[in-house]
């Protein structure tokens, strides 16, 4: 089947504007996570998502930052007012639970804040 | 806390030399340790994890508790094997990874 989506592929934006970013998951996989990886940092968690939980926003790095996911599916990351340093390729990835903790990533959304 | 870090950002290698990629960890309890790699243009994929003990395209890693280390090896490199190497942790309980900065790895010719 399908692996993981994300849309778009590539975002400019001016500082200061809004982006919002999306990702499908693997259909029936029960987490979702999101990282950033900027040259020089490695990957970065952002926020996870494991089925009905609360996600665990603890890796987001300021309240510009947030995530929904509806419906146990679609992910939707949030950005307001971009500023430069948000600049990366931001990652999503999915798995099917804890005990199969394999995650797989999707391709990516690189974000460029001009 | 939780750390992973890989001491090279870049590492070459000349093509049927051996290689090691460092990786030590930093955590209080048993971790699970994995090795990603991101070949040019492609996603990041899963290469091999410590529990599976396999070799996958050559390499393996061993889980030293003592050096809480998690070295990734292969004794002759391959031109293929050029990408970005990351180390990955997972502490207990229901935690997502935690990755080290990557090694980009070239094999030269």
């Known amino acids: 089947g399908a692996g993981v989506s994300q849309s778009p592929s590539n975002k400019v934006t001016e500082k200061g504007k809004d982006v919002e970013l999306r990702c499908d998951p693997i259909?029936?996989?029960?987490?979702l996570y999101w990282y950033r990886q900027s040259l020089g940092q490695g990957l970065e968690f952002l926020i996870y998502?494991?089925?009905?939980?609360?996600?665990?926003k603890s890796g987001l790095p300021s309240d510009r930052f947030s995530a929904e996911r509806t419906g146990g599916s679609v992910s939707t990351l949030t950005i307001q007012r971009t500023q430069q340093e948000d600049s990366a390729v931001y990652l999503c990835?999915?798995?099917?639970?804890?005990?199969?903790?394999?995650?797989?990533f999707g391709p990516g959304t690189r974000l460029t804040v001009t | 806390a939780q750390r992973v870090t890989q001491p090279e950002k870049l590492l070459s290698v000349f093509k049927g030399a051996p290689v090691e990629l460092k990786c030590n960890y930093s955590?209080?309890?048993?971790?699970?340790l994995f090795w990603y790699v991101q070949y040019s243009r492609q996603r990041l994929q899963l290469l091999l994890r410590?529990?599976s003990r396999e070799s996958i395209k050559g390499f393996t890693a061993d889980l030293n508790k003592g050096e809480t280390s998690f070295h990734l090896k292969k004794p002759f490199a391959q031109e293929e094997d050029s990408a970005m190497y990351y180390c990955?942790?997972?502490?207990?309980?229901?935690?997502?990874?935690?990755f080290g900065k990557g090694t980009r790895l070239s094999v030269i010719a």
């Open positions: 955590y209080s309890g048993s971790p699970e």
């Open positions: 259909s029936g996989h029960t987490a």
């Open positions: 410590h529990i």
């Open positions: 998502f494991q089925g009905n939980s609360a996600p665990d």
């Open positions: 990955a942790l997972r502490g207990s309980g229901n935690t997502p990874l935690v």
């Open positions: 990835a999915s798995s099917l639970d804890r005990a199969i903790n394999e995650q797989y």
